[in-house]
């Protein structure tokens, strides 16, 4: 897919001016959290949610746990933020170890409690390293949960994309294929897994479109917090990391506020090079600490709105 005239000219300006001055800050961002353990980490993550709220985000979203592990706590979560503030909220979702009723009773007491919005994702196996196995009464996987929650309600859906492809593909194609089953299952919009080059974006998105895909996809930024959980999480997903980058963050293990400075610059450098090429939703992964997108958005040209 050719960058138009709008989108070469948004890319000179980003090329030419120093550092990110000069963007306007016409972007929308969205932000993940994932479910608290205990009280304090809940305290964290409604900070986190307080801090972000400001800048006007489209929706947070808040994760599920592997096998439904965190399905309470996921739930009291995403209720708390549903009551209690003016951000829509996302409720992950997905198929593992439960039946469709299971799944559909969860479904109709989020929409009880106002949550519109669902993040329908088939789920990672409860251990590591096994195969999925669909549940013998459940949703078979993501395109099937969507076609569910369609018959439910009216949500707005977001479904996931993988750029470097999903650990169970075969190939590229066949991840395509599995992506556009779930869109026209009724999903609104696809949130990339994590990834650190641009280009690799902009080939999913040029390959994708190629395959008949013209709904919405929202690339899925991971801000670095420790350098080794990102290379666990990278080995599970799939996500190349580049040489470049293991060697910015060598020699920073005993120093957090420098490769927190790192960080930023790293993932906002990632920010702006997509924005060159005409992207203008970002969905961000907090892992529950705020600062560090909120550095970003800030950079991007966000600035914190009117609360009403």
Known sequence: MSPTLEQM???????????????PGDVEVSFEFFPPKNESMAESLWQSVQTLAPLGPRFVSVTYGAGGTTRQRTHDAVIRIERDTDIPVAAHLTCIEASR???????????AHGVRHIVALR??????????????DGYANAA???????????????VAAYPETHPDSPDLAADLDNLKRKLDAGANRAITQFFFEPDCFFRFRDAAAGAGIDAEIVPGIMPVLSFASVERMSGLCGTAIPAW??????????????????????????????????VRQFHFYTLNRAELSYAICH??????????
Request: aromatic residues 8%.
């Open 9 to 23: 000219r948004a890319a000179q300006t980003a090329l030419e001016a120093p550092l990110f001055a000069g963007l």
């Open 101 to 111: 009723e299971e799944v559909d009773a969860i479904a109709r007491d989020y929409w």
């Open 123 to 136: 789920g990672d196996p409860p251990q590591a390293g096994t195969r999925y196995t669909p549940h013998a």
């Open 144 to 158: 099937e949960l969507v076609a569910g929650l369609k018959a439910i309600a009216a949500f707005d859906i977001s």
């Open 245 to 278: 980058m293991a060697d910015l963050f060598t020699g920073l293990d005993e120093r957090p506020a420098a490769r927190q400075l790192v960080s930023a610059t790293i993932a906002a450098e990632l920010c702006r090079k997509l924005y060159a090429g005409g």
């Open 299 to 308: 950079m991007l040209g966000l600035r914190p709105k009117e609360m009403p």
